[in-house]
Protein backbone atom coordinates (compact mmCIF):
# COMPACT_ATOMS: atom_id res chain seq x y z
CA UNK A 1 0.00 0.00 0.00
CA UNK A 2 1.05 3.59 -0.22
CA UNK A 3 2.01 5.60 3.08
CA UNK A 4 3.15 8.93 4.32
CA UNK A 5 6.41 7.53 6.01
CA UNK A 6 8.35 9.93 8.37
CA UNK A 7 11.88 8.62 8.95
CA UNK A 8 13.64 11.87 10.17
CA UNK A 9 11.03 14.23 11.34
CA UNK A 10 12.55 18.30 10.52
CA UNK A 11 14.04 17.02 6.72
CA UNK A 12 12.60 17.31 3.51
CA UNK A 13 14.37 14.09 2.43
CA UNK A 14 13.06 12.33 5.77
CA UNK A 15 9.31 12.62 4.64
CA UNK A 16 8.17 10.86 1.70
CA UNK A 17 4.80 9.15 0.38
CA UNK A 18 6.15 5.56 -0.13
CA UNK A 19 4.80 1.53 -0.78
CA UNK A 20 4.81 -0.10 2.97
CA UNK A 21 3.17 -3.30 3.25
CA UNK A 22 -0.03 -4.09 3.78
CA UNK A 23 -0.77 -3.98 7.90
CA UNK A 24 -2.54 -6.94 8.99
CA UNK A 25 -5.08 -6.50 12.16
CA UNK A 26 -3.84 -8.28 15.28
CA UNK A 27 -6.05 -9.91 17.66
CA UNK A 28 -8.88 -7.25 18.88
CA UNK A 29 -8.23 -5.16 15.83
CA UNK A 30 -9.32 -4.30 12.57
CA UNK A 31 -8.25 -3.05 9.16
CA UNK A 32 -9.72 0.41 8.00
CA UNK A 33 -9.43 1.10 4.62
CA UNK A 34 -9.24 4.92 4.93
CA UNK A 35 -11.50 7.33 3.03
CA UNK A 36 -9.87 10.44 4.63
CA UNK A 37 -7.44 11.71 7.36
CA UNK A 38 -7.45 15.35 8.52
CA UNK A 39 -4.23 17.43 8.81
CA UNK A 40 -4.02 19.10 12.06
CA UNK A 41 -1.57 21.09 14.34
CA UNK A 42 -0.33 17.83 15.94
CA UNK A 43 0.47 16.55 12.74
CA UNK A 44 3.06 19.68 12.28
CA UNK A 45 4.33 19.12 15.77
CA UNK A 46 4.91 15.24 14.48
CA UNK A 47 6.50 16.24 11.07
CA UNK A 48 8.66 18.93 13.24
CA UNK A 49 9.85 15.94 15.50
CA UNK A 50 8.15 18.28 18.21
CA UNK A 51 6.06 15.63 20.17
CA UNK A 52 8.38 13.42 22.76
CA UNK A 53 5.91 10.80 22.58
CA UNK A 54 6.23 9.82 18.72
CA UNK A 55 8.81 7.43 17.81
CA UNK A 56 10.17 6.86 14.13
CA UNK A 57 10.06 5.81 11.59
CA UNK A 58 5.88 6.66 11.53
CA UNK A 59 2.85 6.75 9.75
CA UNK A 60 1.05 10.25 11.04
CA UNK A 61 -2.70 10.96 10.57
CA UNK A 62 -5.25 10.48 13.28
CA UNK A 63 -8.48 11.98 12.28
CA UNK A 64 -9.08 9.17 10.25
CA UNK A 65 -12.38 7.86 8.91
CA UNK A 66 -13.01 4.57 6.48
CA UNK A 67 -14.42 1.22 6.42
CA UNK A 68 -13.75 -1.99 7.96
CA UNK A 69 -12.47 -4.58 5.70
CA UNK A 70 -11.06 -7.26 8.26
CA UNK A 71 -10.78 -8.60 11.51
CA UNK A 72 -8.21 -9.53 13.47
CA UNK A 73 -8.76 -12.78 15.91
CA UNK A 74 -11.43 -12.51 18.28
CA UNK A 75 -13.76 -9.71 16.33
CA UNK A 76 -17.11 -10.06 15.43
CA UNK A 77 -18.06 -6.18 15.36
CA UNK A 78 -18.54 -3.25 13.77
CA UNK A 79 -19.34 -5.61 10.81
CA UNK A 80 -17.52 -5.73 8.02
CA UNK A 81 -17.95 -2.84 5.34
CA UNK A 82 -19.42 -0.90 7.99
CA UNK A 83 -18.48 3.03 7.50
CA UNK A 84 -16.04 4.38 11.18
CA UNK A 85 -14.50 7.17 12.25
CA UNK A 86 -11.49 5.67 14.73
CA UNK A 87 -10.72 7.34 17.94
CA UNK A 88 -6.92 7.64 17.85
CA UNK A 89 -6.21 7.72 21.12
CA UNK A 90 -5.74 3.86 23.44
CA UNK A 91 -5.27 4.55 27.07
CA UNK A 92 -3.66 1.64 28.95
CA UNK A 93 -6.68 1.35 31.46
CA UNK A 94 -3.95 0.26 34.13
CA UNK A 95 -2.10 3.21 35.32
CA UNK A 96 -3.28 5.48 38.22
CA UNK A 97 -5.14 8.39 35.39
CA UNK A 98 -6.58 5.03 33.77
CA UNK A 99 -8.29 3.80 37.18
CA UNK A 100 -9.77 7.41 38.48
CA UNK A 101 -11.82 7.80 34.99
CA UNK A 102 -8.93 9.95 33.05
CA UNK A 103 -8.08 7.70 30.36
CA UNK A 104 -6.49 10.92 28.41
CA UNK A 105 -4.20 11.47 30.43
CA UNK A 106 -3.03 7.92 30.97
CA UNK A 107 0.65 7.59 31.81
CA UNK A 108 1.54 5.11 29.11
CA UNK A 109 0.16 7.29 26.40
CA UNK A 110 -0.56 5.55 23.10
CA UNK A 111 -2.61 7.10 20.05
CA UNK A 112 -2.92 6.13 16.36
CA UNK A 113 -0.69 8.25 14.10
CA UNK A 114 1.53 9.40 16.62
CA UNK A 115 3.07 6.13 18.54
CA UNK A 116 1.61 3.80 16.23
CA UNK A 117 1.17 3.92 12.14
CA UNK A 118 -1.99 6.08 11.13
CA UNK A 119 -4.27 7.25 9.06
CA UNK A 120 -2.32 8.70 6.11
CA UNK A 121 -2.31 5.21 4.36
CA UNK A 122 -4.53 3.38 2.25
CA UNK A 123 -4.89 0.87 5.16
CA UNK A 124 -4.28 0.96 8.79
CA UNK A 125 -5.05 -1.72 11.82
CA UNK A 126 -6.93 -0.52 14.94
CA UNK A 127 -8.38 -1.55 18.14
CA UNK A 128 -11.55 -2.57 17.35
CA UNK A 129 -12.89 -0.64 20.47
CA UNK A 130 -11.45 2.35 18.76
CA UNK A 131 -13.54 2.43 15.32
CA UNK A 132 -17.41 4.08 15.99
CA UNK A 133 -19.73 2.94 13.51
CA UNK A 134 -20.95 6.20 11.44
CA UNK A 135 -25.22 6.83 11.19
CA UNK A 136 -26.49 6.57 7.61
CA UNK A 137 -26.60 9.98 5.62
CA UNK A 138 -23.72 11.45 7.39
CA UNK A 139 -21.86 13.26 4.96
CA UNK A 140 -18.18 12.47 3.91
CA UNK A 141 -16.86 15.99 5.51
CA UNK A 142 -18.50 15.20 8.65
CA UNK A 143 -17.26 11.74 9.16
CA UNK A 144 -13.96 13.40 8.67
CA UNK A 145 -15.16 16.18 11.11
CA UNK A 146 -15.41 13.34 14.31
CA UNK A 147 -12.05 13.46 15.82
CA UNK A 148 -11.21 17.28 15.87
CA UNK A 149 -15.02 17.90 17.15
CA UNK A 150 -14.63 15.13 19.75
CA UNK A 151 -11.76 17.05 21.07
CA UNK A 152 -13.86 20.32 20.96
CA UNK A 153 -16.38 18.48 22.62
CA UNK A 154 -13.79 17.67 25.23
CA UNK A 155 -12.90 20.93 25.36
CA UNK A 156 -16.48 22.47 25.84
CA UNK A 157 -16.97 19.97 29.19
CA UNK A 158 -14.28 21.69 30.73
CA UNK A 159 -15.75 25.08 31.06
CA UNK A 160 -18.50 26.19 33.31
CA UNK A 161 -20.62 27.12 30.40
CA UNK A 162 -22.69 29.40 32.79
CA UNK A 163 -25.87 30.81 30.10
CA UNK A 164 -25.40 34.53 28.82
CA UNK A 165 -21.40 34.84 29.00
CA UNK A 166 -19.25 36.30 26.09
CA UNK A 167 -16.48 33.98 24.63
CA UNK A 168 -13.36 34.94 23.02
CA UNK A 169 -11.47 32.75 20.86
CA UNK A 170 -8.02 32.90 19.89
CA UNK A 171 -7.89 30.91 16.26
CA UNK A 172 -10.16 31.32 13.57
CA UNK A 173 -8.95 27.82 12.25
CA UNK A 174 -11.17 24.79 12.14
CA UNK A 175 -10.52 24.10 15.69
CA UNK A 176 -11.58 27.61 17.39
CA UNK A 177 -14.27 27.62 14.88
CA UNK A 178 -15.75 24.12 16.17
CA UNK A 179 -15.50 25.63 19.68
CA UNK A 180 -17.69 28.46 18.21
CA UNK A 181 -20.08 26.25 17.24
CA UNK A 182 -20.53 24.28 20.28
CA UNK A 183 -20.58 27.04 23.13
CA UNK A 184 -23.55 28.48 20.84
CA UNK A 185 -25.39 25.36 21.52
CA UNK A 186 -24.78 26.45 25.14
CA UNK A 187 -25.91 29.51 25.76
CA UNK A 188 -23.29 32.04 24.77
CA UNK A 189 -24.59 35.79 25.39
CA UNK A 190 -21.66 36.40 22.11
CA UNK A 191 -18.66 34.50 20.71
CA UNK A 192 -15.63 36.70 18.99
CA UNK A 193 -12.80 35.32 17.64
CA UNK A 194 -9.59 36.61 16.87
CA UNK A 195 -6.65 35.89 14.18
CA UNK A 196 -4.04 37.55 11.86
CA UNK A 197 -5.06 35.89 9.00
CA UNK A 198 -7.95 37.92 7.19
CA UNK A 199 -8.97 34.97 4.95
CA UNK A 200 -10.13 33.35 8.14
CA UNK A 201 -11.56 36.02 9.73
CA UNK A 202 -13.70 37.02 6.80
CA UNK A 203 -15.05 33.11 6.76
CA UNK A 204 -15.36 33.55 10.56
CA UNK A 205 -17.63 36.02 10.30
CA UNK A 206 -19.78 33.80 7.74
CA UNK A 207 -19.87 31.03 9.96
CA UNK A 208 -21.87 33.20 12.43
CA UNK A 209 -19.49 34.49 15.30
CA UNK A 210 -20.46 37.60 16.39
CA UNK A 211 -17.23 39.58 15.85
CA UNK A 212 -14.02 38.69 14.50
CA UNK A 213 -11.00 40.63 14.72
CA UNK A 214 -7.56 40.94 14.40
CA UNK A 215 -6.82 42.55 17.79
CA UNK A 216 -9.12 41.98 20.52
CA UNK A 217 -8.51 45.35 22.05
CA UNK A 218 -10.64 46.09 19.26
CA UNK A 219 -13.77 44.50 20.79
CA UNK A 220 -14.11 47.02 23.43
CA UNK A 221 -15.04 44.69 26.23
CA UNK A 222 -13.02 46.86 28.77
CA UNK A 223 -13.97 44.49 31.91
CA UNK A 224 -12.77 41.23 29.65
CA UNK A 225 -14.73 38.10 28.63
CA UNK A 226 -16.28 35.33 31.11
CA UNK A 227 -14.51 32.56 28.66
CA UNK A 228 -11.24 32.57 26.84
CA UNK A 229 -10.34 29.60 24.79
CA UNK A 230 -7.01 29.06 22.83
CA UNK A 231 -7.06 27.38 20.15
CA UNK A 232 -3.99 28.00 18.44
CA UNK A 233 -1.08 26.98 20.72
CA UNK A 234 0.51 30.73 20.30
CA UNK A 235 2.66 31.75 23.14
CA UNK A 236 1.93 35.22 21.97
CA UNK A 237 -1.73 34.54 21.61
CA UNK A 238 -1.83 32.78 25.09
CA UNK A 239 -0.37 35.80 26.66
CA UNK A 240 -2.97 38.00 25.26
CA UNK A 241 -5.88 36.12 26.08
CA UNK A 242 -5.32 35.46 29.97
CA UNK A 243 -5.20 39.41 29.87
CA UNK A 244 -8.03 39.29 28.54
CA UNK A 245 -9.86 37.25 30.77
CA UNK A 246 -12.86 39.02 33.29
CA UNK A 247 -12.89 38.81 36.89
CA UNK A 248 -14.27 35.35 38.15
CA UNK A 249 -13.62 34.28 34.66
CA UNK A 250 -11.95 31.20 32.79
CA UNK A 251 -8.93 30.43 30.90
CA UNK A 252 -9.45 27.44 28.75
CA UNK A 253 -5.84 26.35 26.77
CA UNK A 254 -7.12 24.37 24.02
CA UNK A 255 -4.50 24.50 21.27
CA UNK A 256 -1.66 22.93 21.00
CA UNK A 257 1.86 24.35 21.71
CA UNK A 258 5.51 23.78 21.59
CA UNK A 259 6.35 21.63 24.88
CA UNK A 260 9.88 23.58 24.89
CA UNK A 261 7.96 27.00 25.30
CA UNK A 262 6.64 29.10 27.89
CA UNK A 263 4.38 31.55 28.69
CA UNK A 264 4.21 35.05 31.07
CA UNK A 265 1.22 36.22 33.00
CA UNK A 266 0.85 37.48 36.70
CA UNK A 267 0.03 34.81 38.84
CA UNK A 268 -1.30 37.93 41.18
CA UNK A 269 -3.70 38.57 39.14
CA UNK A 270 -4.95 34.97 38.78
CA UNK A 271 -5.31 35.37 42.81
CA UNK A 272 -6.87 38.56 43.10
CA UNK A 273 -9.59 37.95 39.97
CA UNK A 274 -10.07 34.30 40.89
CA UNK A 275 -9.18 33.10 37.31
CA UNK A 276 -9.81 29.40 36.35
CA UNK A 277 -6.56 28.46 34.04
CA UNK A 278 -7.95 24.42 32.63
CA UNK A 279 -5.94 22.30 30.21
CA UNK A 280 -8.30 20.18 27.35
CA UNK A 281 -6.02 17.40 26.52
CA UNK A 282 -7.94 15.39 23.35
CA UNK A 283 -10.56 12.91 23.60
CA UNK A 284 -12.66 11.99 27.04
CA UNK A 285 -15.68 10.04 26.27
CA UNK A 286 -16.28 12.43 23.81
CA UNK A 287 -16.12 10.34 20.66
CA UNK A 288 -19.84 8.91 20.44
CA UNK A 289 -21.36 12.95 21.39
CA UNK A 290 -19.52 14.38 18.40
CA UNK A 291 -21.14 11.70 16.43
CA UNK A 292 -24.62 12.46 17.84
CA UNK A 293 -23.63 15.91 17.21
CA UNK A 294 -23.26 15.58 14.33
CA UNK A 295 -25.87 13.19 13.25
CA UNK A 296 -28.45 15.80 15.02
CA UNK A 297 -27.63 18.21 12.63
CA UNK A 298 -24.47 20.03 13.60
CA UNK A 299 -23.41 21.31 10.01
CA UNK A 300 -19.72 21.96 10.04
CA UNK A 301 -18.64 20.49 6.43
CA UNK A 302 -18.46 24.51 5.15
CA UNK A 303 -14.62 23.71 7.77
CA UNK A 304 -13.58 20.98 5.05
CA UNK A 305 -11.83 23.81 2.33
CA UNK A 306 -9.80 21.13 0.72
CA UNK A 307 -9.71 17.22 -0.18
CA UNK A 308 -6.58 16.33 -1.55
CA UNK A 309 -4.90 12.98 -2.38
CA UNK A 310 -1.82 11.68 -0.46
CA UNK A 311 0.60 12.69 -3.15
CA UNK A 312 -0.44 16.17 -2.89
CA UNK A 313 0.73 16.23 1.28
CA UNK A 314 3.26 18.46 0.56
CA UNK A 315 1.14 21.37 -0.90
CA UNK A 316 -1.17 20.57 1.95
CA UNK A 317 1.28 20.97 4.25
CA UNK A 318 2.38 24.55 2.81
CA UNK A 319 -1.46 25.78 2.65
CA UNK A 320 -1.66 24.79 6.19
CA UNK A 321 1.56 26.32 7.14
CA UNK A 322 0.59 29.41 5.74
CA UNK A 323 -3.25 29.22 6.40
CA UNK A 324 -4.63 29.75 3.17
CA UNK A 325 -7.20 26.63 3.94
CA UNK A 326 -9.57 25.64 6.18
CA UNK A 327 -9.29 22.02 7.23
CA UNK A 328 -7.61 19.50 4.92
CA UNK A 329 -8.55 15.88 4.18
CA UNK A 330 -6.13 13.61 2.47
CA UNK A 331 -7.91 10.79 0.64
CA UNK A 332 -5.14 7.96 0.42
CA UNK A 333 -7.02 5.93 -2.06
CA UNK A 334 -7.13 5.81 -5.95
CA UNK A 335 -8.41 9.50 -7.23
Known sequence: MRALVVTEPGTPDGIAVTEVPDPRPGAGEVLVRVASCGLCGTDMHLLDGELPAARYPLIPGHELTGEIVAWGEGVTAPALGTRVAVDPNMPCGSCHYCRIGRGNLCADYRAVGVTRDGGFAELVAVPASCAYALPDGLSAAAAGLVE?????VHGLNRLPRR?????????????????????RTSGAASVSVVDLNADRLAFAESFGVDAAVTDAGALGRAPGFEVVIDATGVVAAIEDGLGRVRRGGTFLQFGVADPARTASFSPYR???????ILGSMAVHHSFRPAIDVLAAGLDLDPLVSDVLPL?????????????????????????
Open 148 to 152: PLSCA
Open 163 to 183: PGEHYLIYGAGTMGLMMAALV
Open 270 to 276: VYHHEID
Open 311 to 335: DDVDEAVRRFRAGTCRKIHLAPGPA
